[in-house]
């Protein structure tokens, strides 16, 4: 019984141990909830992750999705063992993933795209969801070079599936050479749930694999 007691007080405190590092922060109508459980947690890294969501989910509201949501959480959790990952405007971090990649601030800007996409189930294929958030993460990332972070070189055997940056470099290429704006339609489409293979051809005139088959044999 006392054990039982004993054991339900460490719980207690653990409990409270986890939640007391949260704040709220507030700036241009939106809201950022900020957990922590990693008493370790750099603090100047906390800062620049609030300095970077004030900065980035704003322009990425106004440019993708304008009704996105204004209040979201960000949970700094040692249980949690990929990277980042993002639900219904709640973001968790792995807090080792930025010991070990000191300057991967825009994992940041790549999970807040997340929050704008929205897209639910069967919005469309999962590498295009990915590709935009890491094309996103291209264009709008605040220090993508101080994380030493870039778009990978072309190769043979690369494919618009492979998701990720390999598709951002794609759908850069797209927005530069065939179709500017494309993103936003795709992204949009997403969303609505209108999304559907036809659309690069409705868009650029050629279709998803035409369109592959252009830009592998004009970059390198
Ligand atoms: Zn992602």
Not at 10 to 35: N, P, R
Not at 163 to 176: D, G, H, K, P, Q
Request: charged share 25%.
């Amino acid at each position: 019984m006392k054990k039982i007691f004993l054991l339900t007080f460490i719980s207690f405190i653990a409990v409270f141990a986890v939640a007391q590092d949260t704040t709220t922060h507030k700036k241009d109508g939106y809201i950022l909830h900020f957990a922590s459980n990693d008493r370790n947690f750099d603090p100047a890294l906390k800062k620049r992750m609030i300095e970077t969501f004030f900065k980035v989910y704003p322009v990425l509201a106004k440019d993708f999705n304008p009704k996105t949501a204004k209040e979201l959480y960000f949970n700094i959790d040692t249980a949690y063992k990929g990277v980042a990952a993002t639900g219904g405007g709640k973001i968790v971090y792995n807090p080792q993933w930025f010991i070990k990649n000191p300057g991967d601030i825009d994992v940041v800007t790549h999970e807040v795209m997340h929050v704008v996409q929205n897209y639910g189930r069967g919005g469309g294929p999962g590498w295009l969801t990915e590709g935009i958030a890491d094309y996103v993460r291209y264009k709008y990332g605040v220090d993508n070079a101080g994380a030493k972070w870039s778009l990978p070189s072309l190769k043979p055997e690369h494919s618009y599936k492979n998701s990720y940056r390999i598709t951002a470099r794609f759908l850069n290429w797209l927005e530069e050479h065939q179709s500017k704006g494309i993103v936003v339609k795709l992204d949009e489409a997403m969303r609505n749930h209108t999304y559907k293979n036809e659309m690069w051809a409705e868009i650029t005139g050629k279709s998803l694999d035409e369109l592959w088959q252009i830009y592998i044999s004009k970059t390198d």
